[in-house]
């Protein structure tokens, strides 16, 4: 019998090397290129929101300097797919499995699970260089998953 595998799938797998293992991915939105994020001010709403976007962008999105591994990703806006497998972490295009961008995996140091920003879990990718990106996910079991094959004992930070 065929395995049916979803579209997501198809893109984690989409240009693998020849015996390279998919071990984790899942749906995410990095921090810096997300939109939507609504701060109370007065009755602006739309300022607000303006607001709430530069704020967001600006403290807690990612950290490291300009030549650090973190700031070396290059501007992504909605969901992305991002994937670990045996040699790389990345995020590749939720449709084509198109690479948008890719690092080896060993210049990934950890996982870090963060608070739960409204509906979207939050998590950290720290790098080896101590730089690190936000994402977020619609699923605390996603951030499990990449800790559990990148933090070695599966651990993922605070509840």
Sequence with gaps: MTEVLSVQQQSALSQLAPG???????IVV??????GVKIKYGKHGKAGG??????????????????????????????LLMRVTDQRVGLVGIQDG????????????????RR??????????HYADGSWLAFFTARRRT?????????GDGSTGPS
């Design 30 to 35: 990095p921090v810096k290129g997300a939109e």
């Design 98 to 113: 198109a690479p948008v961008w890719e690092v080896p995996r060993t210049w990934v140091a950890r996982v870090e699970r």
């Design 20 to 26: 390279e293992q998919l071990l984790a991915y899942g």
């Design 143 to 151: 951030i499990e998953a990449f800790g559990a094959v990148l933090n």
């Design 116 to 125: 739960r920003l409204q509906l979207m879990a939050r998590f950290r990718v």
């Design 50 to 79: 303006a607001l709430g976007d530069h704020l967001m962008h600006r403290y807690g999105a990612e950290s490291g300097g300009a030549q650090s591994i973190a700031a070396a990703m290059p501007p992504a806006s909605g969901a």
